[in-house]
């Protein structure tokens, strides 16, 4: 399989070295300083795309990968309001294209067990639930897409909480994420369920880059031959 790299700092090289290590092919890496060749694909014999880039360009990087009909991955943050406006269009075109907050498959677990516990716990009216992410100091938005996912998984089922808000003291109906900014953290997200007689916590800590790398390696992989809009569920095929 012959990659295109879009966006190559700290996850663009990870994903290269993974893919490397995997038998593909990095046909061609696309930087701000060579932003235009992605206009090109054709010319590289592109097989799929790894889009990590950055919010401002995310959608233009992935519109123009669908524009080709190269299928593209995106794990970029921080542009998602504008997610529906490009799915549209990857089915307009009859592209292909998968965006994921996190690629990590122990996130995309943590996701499907806090989907599950919030539903159990939106019944139980003693709790209070909030969020806790912590990134690198080099991460720019805030909070983390990954925070949101799982915000967004525990608003859909509570009866009481419709929205979430980012280190504000948070009114009675929203949930509150808490962010925060340490060196060298690859990434640690907690949800906490708190009583006045127990607290309930689960929690996903990221060791370092390689989950994220192998995880977007595997979902192009599994992409590169289909058609159509597809989710982190759609790869990983489980339901409850």
């Known amino acids: 399989m012959v990659i295109a790299l879009i966006g190559y700092g700290k996850m663009g090289k990870a994903i ?3 893919a490397l290590e995997r038998g593909h092919k990095t046909g061609l890496i696309i930087d701000a300083d060579n932003a235009g060749e992605i206009h090109h694909l054709s010319d590289y014999s592109i097989d799929v795309a790894i889009e990590f880039s950055q919010p401002n360009v995310a959608m233009g990087n992935i519109k123009a990968c669908i524009n080709q009909q190269v299928p ?6 921080g542009w998602l309001n ?8 990857c089915r307009e075109k009859s592209g292909t294209f998968l965006s994921a ?19 159990i716990m939106a019944r139980q009216e003693e709790y209070n639930v909030e969020l806790e992410e912590v990134h690198h100091t080099q991460k720019l938005d805030k909070p983390s897409g990954t925070a949101i996912t799982l915000a967004e998984k525990i608003l859909s089922g509570h009866p009481k909480l419709n929205e ?10 929203q949930l509150h994420i808490r962010s925060i900014r340490e060196p060298e953290v690859p990434g640690t997200h907690i949800v906490t369920y ?11 800590i990221a060791k370092n880059r390689t989950g994220f790398a192998l995880g977007a390696v595997m979902v192009a992989e ?6 159509g809009v597809y989710t982190m569920d759609d790869y990983l095929n489980i339901s409850f």
């Open 72 to 77: 593209v991955i995106s794990g970029t943050t």
């Open 164 to 173: 979430w808000v980012c280190d504000t003291n948070p009114k009675p109906n």
């Open 194 to 204: 708190d009583s006045p007689v127990d607290t309930i916590e689960v929690k996903h």
């Open 82 to 89: 504008y997610y529906p406006e490009v799915a549209a269009y």
């Open 16 to 18: 290269e070295k993974i």
């Open 101 to 119: 907050s996190n690629f990590s498959l122990g996130v995309n677990l943590f996701f499907k067990l806090n989907q599950w516990l919030g539903t």
């Open 222 to 227: 599994w992409i590169r031959d289909k058609q």
